[in-house]
Structure formats: structure tokens, C-alpha cells
């Protein structure tokens, strides 16, 4: 861009997030000054460190659900957890985030011009009884099940969006996004490609829902921001597009060749198909062909190829970033403030007791003192979570608000963990889980979070 030149304002929401951070990068090659924001309900700030390096680039915490006070002639609307152990965490936050979301994008477009990408998903066609899924194909989705928050939340913003089109002429572009993998997918997303590669790179068995035959098409991640970018610069979209690679390939296939590409020798397990969990899933992409000249470029092999050496460069990071603050922890504790702490250490002395009460009930089988135990051990965690994130929020920047931060994510992992479990009934894993992990990693809280 040469001197004088004005550059053009591009918001992305959702910026911290798998593709947030991915289409920032290439937005800023493009020559726009970014603005992203994100709530970091999934995202995660190390995923812009290299557009945190541009001076054109510019980050804020926020919520897609709050009036949107940016100036930007574009934005892409990426503001949604998008893998379903992230959604069914928070099924209302993910609900309203793609609703009021599209709302509060509705009301800015109305009061400036500007053009409105949304990322929307091949789930609105649910369960699909077309194959391949076309845009005028309106889908099979259950209003109520486990999924409905994100399905019908995203089906919801569409249906706004287009009022919206149709009432006040917003230029709302609705992208229909398939299955995209690549690096910085997080690990404990549950998505089938990172479950698979983290997996085989730490030796874990890769586990299979149903028996495998089940298809997917995966389309890798820069194909994808390409899409999205040529579909900001139509000068005009009228309905939904499909995005996505319409190579299809089974879960049994998949597994197989992230072993192999792994070099790992892991084995396979077998689990229950998750409720809803679609059959067969590919795109038509006859019309994102005709009107963007879109063909994704990067093969399945290629792409995993990538998108593995950044897992295991990241696998190994984790590693030495854990030794590293395990060496600092001791002295971190004697920089806090008393203030937020305080309320992080009420909420796990509340918690010990009953997180020590709820693995004994499971332990002795009490079945349905377990299950009422356990009700209350996750309101309780879900509590700590709060206090911790509040706390690393006000130590940011700080060596302490690092492993505050980490204490939450281990928390974090733990959660999805003790959940799986309930999920399988397995009330030997969930008081090994209670009393071997969370209780000492709490008591290490704790010990950080002493007056
Ligand atoms: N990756 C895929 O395969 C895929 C497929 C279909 C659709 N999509 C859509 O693309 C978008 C991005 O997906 P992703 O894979 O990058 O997921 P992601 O979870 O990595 O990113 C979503 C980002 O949105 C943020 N966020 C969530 N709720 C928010 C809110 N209320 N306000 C502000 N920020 C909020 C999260 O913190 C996260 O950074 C999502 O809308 C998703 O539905 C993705």
C-alpha cells in the first residue's frame, strides 16, 4: 500500500479463535487495519501472537452479545464456539452469542454501512437426508436435542440476517462453513482431527464414535479464508454459500492416516455415537464455484501434514512452558494481592468438601447421592473457573496471572474430563478424576490464593 493510501477497517469477532486468528493474519496481508475481538470463551490470545505484531492490528475483550461500538466497512462474524464439547459447555452462551450476536451486527449495519460476513455452518442441515448437502437443501434438525443450541442457534441468525437483508437491504452474506481443520485448533476442542492427532502424538488410543463409516469432508484452513475473503470482495451475495472441501473420507479412513502420518503406534476404541451425530456430511459447492471461483487447493494429506507438525510443536511448548512454572510457582505466590485471591480461595474451600463428598458417594456406588453430589461439584467448579479467570484477567501480564491462567485451563481440561465420564457412567474414573486431580490441582490453588 503506498504512502497516503487509506486503508480499509475489517472487523473480525471471534478474532482469538481458530479461524478468528487465521483470517486476521491474512486480512492484515491484504493490506486492512484488523480490529478483532473476542470474549475468549474458546479462544485464545497465543493464537494472535503473530497479528498482535502488526501496528495495524487492534484487540479488545468483548462480547458479540454487547452493542458493537467498532467502525468497519467489513466485518466477519466468526463470534460463536464452533466444536461441540465447547458448545454443549455453555449451550445458552452459545446460543445467544450466534442470535443476539447477528443482532447487535444488524443494528450496527443499519446505523453505518458496512458489509456483514457471517460464518454460518453445514450443521443447519443437521442429520442430512440430501447427499451431497446443496444451499437449497433446508435441512433435518432436531429443535431440542443436545447440538439444538448451536444448530438452531445458527439457523436463528440466519433468518435474522436475512430479515434484515429483506427489510432494511443489509448487506448480510451468510457462508455455510463444512469441516476445516489446520493449526491452532485447540486440543480439547473434541473436534475428530485434533482428538485424533493429539491422541496419536501422545500415545493414546484414538477413539472411534460408532463404527467409523460415518463421512466427513475436511477442508483445510487456508482454503477456507480464501473463500471467506473472495466472498467479501462480491459486490453483492444473495443467498446462503457452502464453504468447505467436498473430499470425503470415512472416520475409520481419517484414523488410519493420522496414524500413519503420526508414525505413532497407538490403537483404536470404540465408543457410542454421540445423540445426533450425522451420518454423512459434504458439501455442494457448485454455487461458491460459480459465483467466487472457489476450489480448494490443499489435499487431506498435505493438510494433516501441516496441521501436525503444529500440534506437536505446540505438544512440546506446553511441555517445557509446565517446568518452567512449576519452578516459579513458589515464588509467584508472594507478589499477590489479597483482593480478587481471597474470593478464589472462599470458592475452593467451598468446593474441597464437596468434591471429597461427591468421590466417596461414587466410590461406594451410592448411585443416586453420586449424581446429586456431582450436580453440585460442577456449580461449584463452575464458580472457581469465574474467581480464577477473574483473577488471571487482573494478573495479566503478570508471571502469576500466567499460572493462574494455566490453573484454569488445567481446570478447564479436568471439567471436560469428569463430564465424559458422567456421560459413560463411569463412576470409577470420575472419583479417580475427583480425588487424584482435582483435589490436588484446588490445593494448589489454594496454596497460591493463601492470604
Ligand atoms: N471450524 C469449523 O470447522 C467450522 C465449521 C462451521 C462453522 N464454523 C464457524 O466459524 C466460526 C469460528 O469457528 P472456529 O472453528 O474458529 O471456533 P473457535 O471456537 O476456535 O472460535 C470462536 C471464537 O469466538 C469467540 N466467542 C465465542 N462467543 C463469543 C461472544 N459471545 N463474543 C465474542 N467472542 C466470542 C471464542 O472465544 C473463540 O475465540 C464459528 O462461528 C463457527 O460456528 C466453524
Not at 449451550?91 to 454501512?113: D, H, I, N, W
Request: net charge negative; hydrophobic share 40%; aromatic share 6%.
Amino acid at each position: 500500500m503506498g504512502l497516503g493510501a487509506v486503508r480499509r477497517t475489517a472487523l473480525v469477532t471471534g478474532a482469538a479463535g481458530f479461524l478468528g486468528s487465521h483470517l486476521c493474519e491474512r486480512l492484515l496481508g491484504e493490506g486492512f487495519e484488523v480490529v478483532g475481538i473476542d470474549n475468549l470463551m474458546t479462544g485464545d490470545l497465543t493464537n494472535l501472537e503473530s497479528a498482535r505484531k502488526s501496528p495495524y492490528f487492534h484487540f479488545e475483550i468483548g462480547d458479540v452479545r454487547e452493542p458493537i461500538r467498532v467502525y468497519a466497512e467489513l466485518v466477519f462474524n466468526l463470534a460463536c464456539p464452533a466444536s461441540p464439547r465447547h458448545y454443549q459447555d455453555d449451550p445458552y452462551a452459545t446460543l445467544t452469542s450466534s442470535v443476539f450476536g447477528a443482532q447487535r451486527l444488524v443494528e450496527m449495519a443499519r446505523g453505518r454501512r458496512c458489509t456483514i460476513i457471517h460464518a454460518s455452518t453445514s450443521e443447519v442441515y443437521g442429520d442430512p437426508t440430501v447427499h451431497p448437502q446443496p444451499e437449497t437443501y433446508w435441512g433435518n434438525v432436531n429443535p431440542v436435542g443436545e447440538r439444538s443450541c448451536y444448530d438452531e442457534g445458527k439457523r436463528c441468525a440466519e433468518t435474522l440476517l436475512f430479515d434484515a437483508r429483506r427489510r432494511w437491504h443489509v448487506d448480510a452474506r451468510i457462508v455455510r462453513i463444512f469441516n476445516t481443520y489446520g493449526p491452532r485448533m485447540a486440543f480439547d476442542d473434541g473436534r475428530v482431527v485434533s482428538n485424533f492427532i493429539t491422541q496419536a502424538l501422545t500415545g493414546l488410543p484414538l477413539t472411534i464414535f460408532g463404527d467409523g463409516s460415518q463421512s466427513r469432508s475436511f477442508c483445510y484452513v487456508d482454503d477456507l479464508i480464501e473463500g471467506l475473503v473472495r466472498t467479501a470482495r462480491l459486490d453483492a451475495l444473495d443467498g446462503p454459500m457452502n464453504l468447505g472441501n467436498p473430499g470425503e473420507l470415512t472416520i475409520g479412513e481419517l484414523a488410519q492416516l493420522v496414524i500413519e502420518l503420526t508414525g505413532s503406534k497407538t490403537l483404536l476404541v470404540r465408543k457410542a455415537l454421540p445423540q445426533d451425530d450425522p451420518q454423512q456430511r459434504k458439501p455442494d459447492i457448485t454455487r461458491a464455484k460459480r459465483e467466487i471461483g472457489f476450489l480448494p487447493q490443499i489435499d487431506i494429506r498435505a493438510g494433516l501434514t501441516r496441521t501436525i507438525d503444529d500440534f506437536a510443536q505446540r505438544l512440546a511448548s506446553i511441555a517445557s512452558q509446565r517446568q518452567e512454572r512449576a519452578r516459579h510457582e513458589h515464588a509467584v505466590a508472594i507478589e499477590m494481592s489479597p483482593m480478587p485471591l481471597a474470593k478464589l480461595a472462599n470458592a475452593i474451600d467451598a468446593s474441597s468438601e464437596e468434591i471429597r463428598s461427591c468421590g466417596d458417594a461414587h466410590r461406594l456406588g451410592d448411585r443416586m447421592r453420586a449424581s446429586q453430589r456431582f450436580v453440585r461439584v460442577s456449580d461449584s467448579l463452575d464458580v472457581i473457573a469465574r474467581r480464577l479467570s477473574e483473577a488471571w484477567l487482573v494478573y495479566e501480564g503478570l508471571t502469576v496471572g500466567i499460572t493462574l491462567r494455566a490453573f484454569t485451563q488445567q481446570l478447564a481440561d479436568l471439567v471436560a474430563q469428569l463430564l465424559d465420564a458422567q456421560r459413560s457412567n463411569d463412576s470409577v474414573r470420575i472419583a479417580d478424576l475427583l480425588e487424584y486431580e482435582m483435589l490436588p490441582l484446588l490445593v494448589r490453588c489454594r496454596a497460591l490464593a493463601a492470604p
